[in-house]
């Protein structure tokens, strides 16, 4: 075996080189893609706990509403977080 040979081995593994990388990337950002299930159930729960403590307690809605603003786009920011990383490992 000389080092030409080699040579075309290892030319003829980068076509498989490459279809490795680009399942690597689809199963990275398909990982990363699951934080967006814990922003989804999150945003349910802040959601379902306004309902519930306006039918409580009615004169405290517009208090409640704002916290459930906040909590809402603190669990979107991460939902959004998760998402950014998934488009950067599949487009790096």
Known sequence: MNLNDAYV?????IPFMKNML???KYIGAGLACSGLIGAGA?????FSALI????RNPQI???????AILGFALAEATGLFALMIAFLLLYS
């Open 52 to 55: 519930a403590s306006t039918a």
């Open 42 to 46: 999150g945003i349910g729960l802040i």
């Open 61 to 67: 809605t517009g208090q409640l509403f704002g916290y």
């Open 9 to 13: 081995r290892h030319c003829h593994n």
């Open 22 to 24: 680009a399942a690597a």
